[in-house]
């Protein structure tokens, strides 16, 4: 059997000194961060923006390093999904999967209360603690 690669980003802006992340729905109505198949050629960061701005419509910049990753299935193959921090920039005028997903920005809070997956929530916590960590502030969106 094939493990395919996803890569995906955590988007986090700072609004009013408050960190808020973006979540976008699943094809099954879950609140998930966007993530797609790594493509050859391309690199999981290359991926991360990519699916950011397909499924999300935001546009933004990678912070170094992967954030960590998790197993899961689907398509009949085993994932390795590897997650990234994306640091908000813009807004897309439109995007691919506009009419597909909802979107929303949310608290740390709020946000693990809408992820369902155990290995999402554990990604969200991990953010939540290495952007802590970080030189404030952080590009801040009013």
Known sequence: MITLLQAGAIPFRITNARREFLLVTSSRGNWIFPKGIVEPGDTPEDTALKESRE????????????????????????LEVQMFLL?????????????????RWCGYEDALLAIKKPEMRALLEKAEERLAALPSPQSEVK
Do not use: Q
């Open 87 to 103: 640091e908000y920039s813009a807004d897309c005028d439109s995007w691919e999967e506009s009419g597909l997903r909802h979107r």
């Open 55 to 78: 499924e999300a419509g935001v546009l933004g910049t990678i912070l170094p390093g992967p954030l960590g990753s998790y197993g899961d299935r689907k398509w009949r193959n085993d």
